[in-house]
């Protein structure tokens, strides 16, 4: 995602009327499509006392959405910054909190947190980002998967939004994601992917593989293989849903 459009989409939530900016930049009009779309999807698919899980929680501005439309819903963050994590904690009582990134095999990671833009924070540093602009540190995490994490434990939704590393994350939850089949709430950039060497190919083969249709989150019939690829030039965010429950 661009420095402008992320920027976009964090002025027009500030300022409380995401209507007045998007009415003018093209930037932000995408941001709260995707916005009323991802509550849209929590609203659908987070019924009774379900779990929930937010993989690169950030502030919580998704998982914020989650406990409004689901108030008894099982909250499960993963957060590997501290300070954002005990932000978390503070912000939601009785969330399941787990200072930890999430990846395809278990160990321990240096991970870049910009300071001034920590929702741009990750594994591998963004190129995009300079030290002025993002006030960069390095920290050390404990990394952990989804499978692990979630043993015995069957989400009714995963979002994942990693800065690129969302196809380690997929790897480490095959076995969960097999048994439980929950919908999927993904970022997928491939200029971002690349950083930890993954191509929007595998995306496709390892979710369809594990029996899962693709579709643009703001809307759009199932995609082809070769519709994913080319929508993965302008798309961001991704709706995974088990072929089952289409």
Request: net charge negative; proline share 6%.
């Amino acid at each position: 995602m661009s420095v402008l459009r992320r920027g976009a989409g964090v002025l027009s939530r500030r300022l409380g009327r995401p209507e007045l900016l998007a009415a003018v930049d093209p930037h932000a009009r995408q941001a709260q499509r995707e916005e009323v779309a991802i509550r849209a999807v929590l609203a659908a698919c987070l019924r009774g006392e379900p779990t929930y899980v937010d993989a690169g929680t950030n502030r919580g501005q998704v998982l914020r959405d989650a406990a409004l439309v689901a108030p008894r819903a099982r909250l499960i963050a993963f957060e590997p910054v501290p300070a954002l994590a005990a932000g978390l904690r503070a912000a939601f009582p009785g969330l399941d909190c787990r200072e930890l990134a999430l990846g395809a095999e278990q160990g321990r990671a240096q991970f870049t947190h910009f300071r001034k833009l920590d929702g741009w924070s990750g594994l591998r540093r963004s190129p995009e980002i300079s030290d002025e602009q993002g006030a960069p540190e390095t920290i050390e995490v404990t990394v952990s998967t989804l499978d692990h994490e979630l043993a015995g434990i069957d989400p009714a939704v995963v979002k994942i939004d990693v800065e690129g590393a969302e196809l380690d994350v997929l790897r480490g939850g095959r076995e969960m994601l097999a048994r439980s089949q929950p919908i999927l709430v993904f970022e997928h950039v491939p200029s971002a992917a690349a950083l930890y060497g993954a191509a929007t190919e595998e995306i496709w083969e390892l979710l369809t593989g594990l029996g899962y249709e693709l579709s643009e989150l703001t809307g759009s019939p199932p995609l082809t293989r070769e519709g994913f690829l080319a929508a993965a030039g302008t798309a961001v965010n991704w709706l995974g849903r088990p072929q089952a429950a289409s």
